[in-house]
């Protein structure tokens, strides 16, 4: 069975630092581009990174310089490393795969499979 599982997300104060994790399991992440995405309270979802699968990135401008995605396909996993984290960073964030090919287009319509989401709350 196909499942996404994301973690690693909580509570930290404005300029903290969390790593989300998103482990895949089920099936191979190496042949599929990985997005996160995120939704805060009556926002739309957005998205945030994208990993393609031979490692082209590419960020929203509200994250660029501050996050980093990277994947390690050993161990099945995407990882978004977030550093300087703002207030409006909290959010439920989301890991999602694709079959496409590049990041250009992250489009969360693009992402069929999704993991159950975690909280980032930044909050003094």
């Known amino acids: 069975q196909l499942q996404l599982v994301e973690s690693g997300g909580g509570l930290v104060q404005p300029g903290g630092s969390l790593r989300l994790s998103c482990a895949a399991s089920g099936f191979t992440l190496d042949y599929y581009r990985i997005g996160w995405f995120r939704q805060a309270p009556g926002k739309e979802r957005e998205g945030v990174s994208c990993i393609s699968r031979n490692s082209n990135t590419n960020y929203a401008d509200s994250v660029k310089g501050r996050f980093t995605i990277s994947r390690d396909n050993a161990k099945n996993t995407v990882y978004l490393q977030m550093n300087n984290l703002k207030p409006e960073d909290t959010a439920i964030y989301y890991c999602?795969?694709?079959?496409?090919?590049?990041?250009?287009?992250?489009?969360?319509?693009?992402?069929?499979?999704w993991g159950q989401g975690t909280q980032v709350t930044v909050s003094s």
């Open positions: 999602a795969t694709d079959t496409g090919r590049g990041c250009r287009d992250f489009r969360p319509s693009l992402f069929g499979s």
